[in-house]
């Protein structure tokens, strides 16, 4: 397949590179770096929190300021070159608008908490539509099955949300054994969709570029979750936000090894995978969604963080193997380049 000329072009590139760069400082210094309270008695430890807290806001601000036209490039991509079958690409079209009428409506109206519960079941319909539209694009097991392990978990993460703010609401919510094998399945779900990331992507970028190009790759790839692994064994303050969010330092210490070690390796699968297709034009868009898709986490607490996901699943969604001819979603996702 030739390399799509929109995704080459500059700033296309400089738009996306812009999002993932301010989207992994905000994930960084606002949402997994955190320091013990009794380390502030050091002068130098209080102005460390206070820098990173000021670089993680102004980037969520970026983060935001990019987000949002993405968005609506893919309402418009969605409707002008369908990649999803049936109406999933209205669906997409008209969920991401709503959501980027949310986002702005909760700028305006700060006190809106129904507003920011509705940005959840608002992304899961559209996201379930496109991984719908995926799986059925899809002929093979891996690309299926990562399809089917990713709306598993945005379900179960979702379910889990709506339970909460029911029981905070009324008396009626979940049992709180329901509640917690949901959150547990959504995690794992989570977690086998970061495996499945590799043999669903990468064997159609097959390596390229020199000995020390590969070096580099596998040793930025293995750094994070060399990261996680440090962090589940030593406890570290600075990664106990994303520990807590995997559970990994709940249970019997088995248990703990297990989930540990399984999110490291999804980890690297995930990031390995992108790296892999980040340097060829035609699996580019992919990559970026791949990124994106772990930046928003889980579980996604904010509409900053659903909107990612939508974007990420987008993009990964809309880009099938490559094939002898051009396909509709390549069509698609040379709009959503350059629509962004």
């Known amino acids: ?65 990019v987000l949002v036209p993405s968005l609506l490039g893919v309402a418009h991509a969605a409707l002008r070159f369908p990649a ?92 709180p054994t329901v509640r917690d094998a949901v959150a547990g399945a959504g995690i794992w779900l989570f977690l086998a969709a970061g495996a499945l990331a590799f043999p669903a992507f990468a064997p159609s970028a097959a390596e390229s570029g020199g000995r020390m190009e590969r070096a580099a790759t596998l040793g930025l790839s293995a750094a994070p979750a060399f990261a996680l692994i440090l962090g589940a064994a030593t406890q570290s303050p600075i990664l106990q936000r994303l520990i807590e ?15 540990s070690g399984t999110a490291a390796a999804a980890l690297f699968l995930v990031v390995l995978t992108g790296f892999r297709g980040i340097g060829r034009p035609d699996l580019r868009a992919r990559a970026y ?13 904010h509409g900053y963080e659903h909107m990612l996901a939508v974007l990420g699943v987008a993009l990964v969604s809309a880009s099938p193997p490559p094939r002898p001819s051009l396909s509709v979603g390549v069509r698609l996702e040379e709009s959503l380049l350059k629509n962004v």
């Open 84 to 175: 999803w079958p049936g109406r999933a690409n209205s669906l997409a079209a008209v969920g991401s608008l709503a959501l980027v009428a949310l986002w702005l409506s909760g700028s305006l109206l700060p006190q809106a908490p129904l507003l920011a519960a509705a940005f959840g079941p608002v992304a899961l319909v559209v996201n379930l539509a496109m991984l719908a539209g995926m799986y059925e694009a899809r002929s093979d097991v891996a690309g299926r099955a990562f399809a089917v392990a990713l709306a598993g978990s945005l379900l179960c993460m979702n379910v889990h949300a709506l339970a909460d703010l029911a029981g905070r609401a009324s008396t009626l919510s979940l049992r």
């Open 245 to 259: 969010g995997l559970g990994a330092e709940t249970g019997p210490p088995a248990a703990v090894v297990l989930r």
């Open 1 to 65: 397949m030739s390399a799509s000329p929109i995704a080459e072009s500059p700033i296309v590139r400089a738009l996306l590179r812009t999002l993932l760069f301010a989207a992994s400082i905000e994930a960084i210094f606002a949402r997994l770096l955190t320091l013990p309270a009794s380390s502030e008695s050091l002068p130098w430890i209080g102005g460390l929190r206070e820098s990173t807290g000021r670089a993680g806001d102004m980037m969520s601000w970026v983060a935001l300021a």
């Open 289 to 301: 969604g791949l990124f994106f898709l772990l930046l928003a986490g889980y579980p996604h607490l």
